[in-house]
């Protein structure tokens, strides 16, 4: 099996409805992102959820309750030093847990450029439970998690080395590679 096949397992995937119902709001959850000073990504968590959970790449704790995420998403002060910031969310894997509960989990490409310095960008994974509502699929947790410094670091020196040279070898595979072959179900 190729190193391709060993990063995607299957999942028991929900119908395509759902996936694509859960899809648009994390492509919204990127725009809104992306647009830093227009509609905040708070407006995509359900409003009827009593201790909704964030957790961005960037913080120390976890954001929970609603005075947490208002002051999180809607203090301007917080955007001051911010110029812009670009989301693209990839590879959505979305699963049902309940009937009005899916699970999905994407990648993130972010980039930020604040006021002072340099344009930033880095690669995330992000995780999500939403719950359908009468408004559509909404947000009750939310979490980033970068790569760690070690996997960073691996990445960048795999990087510096040139396309050519690359393609002479097969990628290796990772400690952290799940096995190939059948899984616990024996499937």
């Not at 899916?102 to 450029?113: D, F």
């Amino acid at each position: 099996m190729d190193h391709a096949a060993r990063k995607s397992p299957a999942l028991p995937l929900v119908d395509a409805e759902i996936h694509a119902d859960v899809a648009a709001v994390i492509h919204s959850m990127g725009l809104r992102f992306t647009d830093i000073n227009g509609p905040q990504p708070i407006e995509l968590f359900d409003p009827d959820e009593p201790a909704p959970q964030y957790l961005g790449e960037e913080l120390d704790d976890w954001m929970i309750g609603w005075d947490a995420l208002r002051w999180y998403f809607e203090t301007p002060e917080r955007f001051a030093m911010i110029e812009a910031m670009d989301y693209h969310p990839s590879n959505i894997r979305v699963r049902s847990l309940t009937d009005d509960l899916a699970l999905a989990t994407w990648n993130v490409h972010a980039e930020m450029k604040f006021r002072r310095g340099a344009p930033l960008g880095e690669k995330l994974r992000a995780n999500a439970i939403l719950r359908r509502t009468a408004a559509g699929w909404r947000f009750i947790y939310y979490a980033e998690a970068p790569k760690s410094a070690l996997a960073y670091m691996r990445d960048l020196y795999a990087n510096m080395a040139s396309p050519e040279f690359r393609a002479r070898f097969d990628p290796p595979a990772k400690l952290t590679d799940p096995p190939t072959g059948s899984d616990r179900t024996g499937q």
